[in-house]
């Protein structure tokens, strides 16, 4: 019994190994971007707007991102901006606590420039490298 043992031990210790890969060379890094949001109403900057980016998961679910704060809020200049976003599948919220507007925009060029107009409100989104 010692003998068989002995012999699975050492074709184990000699079997071979699969080798293990070569590392891969860098890639091109990739590319971030900055989005900027600016709200008016009325054509006056809006303070207090929340807006929430999250990237849309299977199914049409919301996903978390890698981005902290996911959720910010605009300045005395209708302003809020993020940086070092991937660019791609990310969604916009914004909702205005005072009034209930809400508003949900899928992150694609043609969203961007020029400001959207929804209702008494004016959008205006840009995405740059």
Do not use: H
């Amino acid at each position: 019994m010692r003998a068989f043992l002995l012999l699975v031990l050492c074709s184990l210790a000699f079997a071979q190994q699969a080798p293990v890969p070569p590392p891969e060379p860098p890639g091109e890094p990739a590319t971030t971007y900055r989005l900027e949001v600016q709200v008016l109403r009325g054509g006056q900057p809006v303070q207090g707007v929340s807006a929430l980016l999250y990237k849309l998961g299977p199914g049409g679910r919301p996903l978390p991102i890698n981005i902290r704060p996911a959720v910010r809020v605009s300045g005395p200049d209708g302003r809020l901006s993020w940086a070092e976003l991937s660019g791609r599948g990310l969604m916009l919220q914004l909702r205005d606590p005072r009034t209930g507007f809400s508003l949900t925009v899928p992150l694609l060029a043609e969203y961007m420039a020029p400001a959207s107009n929804v209702g008494p409100y004016q959008i205006r989104l840009e995405m740059r490298p």
